[in-house]
């Protein structure tokens, strides 16, 4: 049996409702099933029931196929995320980082600025995003029109910001990307 994850979303906890749409529109697009996903704050995602924590999420952050950085105000806060984030980046292995916040790039700061991030506030951003995920995961991709009308929900959730974070600085977090 394969317990190997294939898609690691990497994320805040008070982010989940964004992160839930997030998965759909992967699931959609990819027919992904959800044990190949880990999610730690989803139910169905979650970690296994007994398993070590802390082994275990360093286990599948390096071992998966592809790590998605879920960047908002409330993951940059995160120490938890910034030190995952922090840990695929030194890995070398394939990141990709996607930013989840009306601001869109000027929410980013220090080492981040230095990462090629999808922009969730703009449709062909998304799309990229999601071609990136199927060409790394070598996986083919469904049909576009099963599931725009996901897109165009997810990129109108991420403008208007109907999730309330909170506003941050990366700069209180810079120093865990410094070399």
Partial sequence: MDNSIDVFISHSSDDVELVKMLIDLIRKAFNIPSKKIRCTSIAGYRLPLGSNTSSTLRNEVNE?????????PNSIKSVFTMFEFGARWGSRLAFLPIIC??????LLSGPLTDINAANANEKD?????????GRLLDIPMEPLSSFSSDIDKFEK?????ISQQKKCSVKDISGIFAH
């Fill in 64 to 72: 998966s196929k592809v790590f998605i950085g879920v960047i908002t």
């Fill in 101 to 106: 916040d009306k601001s869109g790039f000027d």
């Fill in 125 to 133: 951003s998304i799309q990229e995003f999601l071609e990136n995920l």
């Fill in 157 to 161: 959730y991420i403008k208007n910001d």
